[in-house]
């Protein structure tokens, strides 16, 4: 997380390229895997560390496994950071430019970011796509905020304990 995405850019073509995967979706499966595992590191770390110790030993006075514990107990309590990450990642990866612009240079393996930048010409702009496209492609990530945001509060409450 150090180090700027920017300075990797001729390693990771040049090993990409070696080993025959530039200008594949694979590779941007990889970078967006790699790139979100620290991220995801971090906050399920903050959120197990949040959570109280007693409820562990209560659910193992209660003759639950460490499986189940985690199951029934630990986990509904992480539905609100994994919400986080998937809102937090799928933003990242769907309105990615840099990545797909360096990597995918054929036209039939274009996202939808760099599909918009082709109406932007040396002397003219096309806006009227571009601004098309550009609220096309906010609809899919409203719709998945709110689908998240759903489960996010639901998951604030599951398992806590009540009364």
């Known amino acids: ?15 990409a390229t070696a080993i025959s995967l ?3 979706r ?4 990889l970078l967006y895997t790699a790139g979100a595992i620290p ?5 399920y770390t903050g959120f197990v560390k949040g959570i ?3 409820m562990e030993e209560a659910a193992a006075m209660e003759g639950c496994g460490k499986t189940r514990t985690f199951f029934t107990i630990i986990f509904p309590l992480l539905l609100p950071a994994t919400g986080t990450v998937i809102v ?4 990242t990866i769907w309105n990615d430019f840099f990545g797909p612009l360096i990597y995918l240079y054929s036209p039939g393996k274009q996202t939808l970011m760099t599909l918009i930048y082709q109406f932007k010409q040396e002397r003219t702009t096309d806006w009227g796509p571009i601004f098309a496209l550009s609220v096309i ?3 899919p990530l409203i719709l998945l905020f709110f689908f998240v945001q759903d489960k996010f509060l639901k998951g604030l409450t599951a398992g806590a304990v009540k009364g």
């Open 1 to 15: 997380m150090i180090i700027p995405l920017q300075s990797t850019i001729i390693p990771i073509f040049k090993l």
């Open 22 to 24: 530039i200008n594949t």
């Open 26 to 29: 694979t590779l941007m499966i």
């Open 39 to 43: 991220f995801a590191t971090i906050i």
């Open 52 to 54: 109280p110790s007693e």
């Open 88 to 91: 937090t990642n799928v933003f």
């Open 137 to 139: 492609a906010t609809i």
